[in-house]
């Protein structure tokens, strides 16, 4: 088998020419734009604590999902520095920091945060950390709002059953779709999962494997401001969260598996119930496989085993099922180029400058 050595570019930072901060990143792109009071929600991260009116210091802008009234799901990324990554993200070496204070992050249901909130503060952050604080592997993080959001129903998470090599998801983010500008909700639908854990062959300068086996990678559209969004499977079932992308092309897209994150997933919701007052969602006491989502679990997934999702008892559906008997992957079309860092975290007053301009 021949290894295809990739290098990193972080994608966490923008660019100025004149006093004016113009965006390096991009979308969810090809995608359409999405109308729902959410799950998907847009994070900013402010300068100091958040305002109720975040274009007062705004920093950063993000993607997340509620899995509960008041917990959203998100890259660890958008919520801590990155360390080790002058040189871009090194499996083997490029680390996180501590994350910075919740009062930093705000977070909006809005389908376009240029129309305003609602506005949730966060009261707590807290990171996975199952492998220390290495990047690759460990992009997951939590916001515990001070209150609950009740417009939408929170999405449920795919913790008993990996993702699939060759089944379908949509992917979902507050990224520039290069027309509408930043901060627009955007769906992109038919997407399929490339592979999984370590049968994926990407490696990085550093000679180690690019993908770790608690994460996958998809097939393309994201970049910039998606970080966080969900990859969601065709039963609605969340079953990834974006953690980084190709800078320049918007492909190799590399997504952290909730189900290698379950029992710590589990964990939070349960707190979350506590300080919401709510009763506790079912998938959040679902027994757990004994082999936690192991790289192993999705393997055999992939030869032919259809998991159950127990958080509905429904069969995850294969692409073959849900595109009538036919799945098709243009391989022939698809340059192979770096997952970047960071899928990223893009500066909020590009939001505001390029909706004057359109």
Known sequence: MRWLVVAFVVLASCTSHDGVVESSS?????????QDAGPTV??????GACAFTPYLNPLEICSGTLIGPNLVLTARHCVAPQMNVASGVLCSQSTFGAPYPANNFIATPAKD??????????SEV????????????????VLHLRQSYLGAAPMVPRITSPPIVGETYSAIGYGDDLDGGIGYRHERDGLLV???GSACTLKGLDLAPAVDASEFEGQTGLCGGDSGGPAVDVNGLLVGVTSRADATACVTPVYSRVDAH???????????????GYELPPWAYTPLPTDGGTDAQATDAAQGDAPIDAANDAPVVSPAQASGGCSTYPRGSRTRRAPTLSAGLLLVLVVRKRRRLC
Do not use: H, K, M
């Open 26 to 34: 991009q979308p969810v792109v090809g995608g359409y734009f999405n």
């Open 42 to 47: 847009a994070i900013f991260r402010c300068n």
């Open 113 to 122: 945060v240029n129309e305003g909130g609602p506005w949730y503060v966060a």
């Open 126 to 141: 807290a990171v996975s950390g199952q492998d220390g604080d290495l990047i690759c592997g460990n992009d997951l993080a």
């Open 194 to 196: 490339d592979c999984v």
């Open 262 to 276: 379950a029992a710590w997933l589990q964990a939070q919701a349960v707190t979350a119930a506590s300080e919401g």
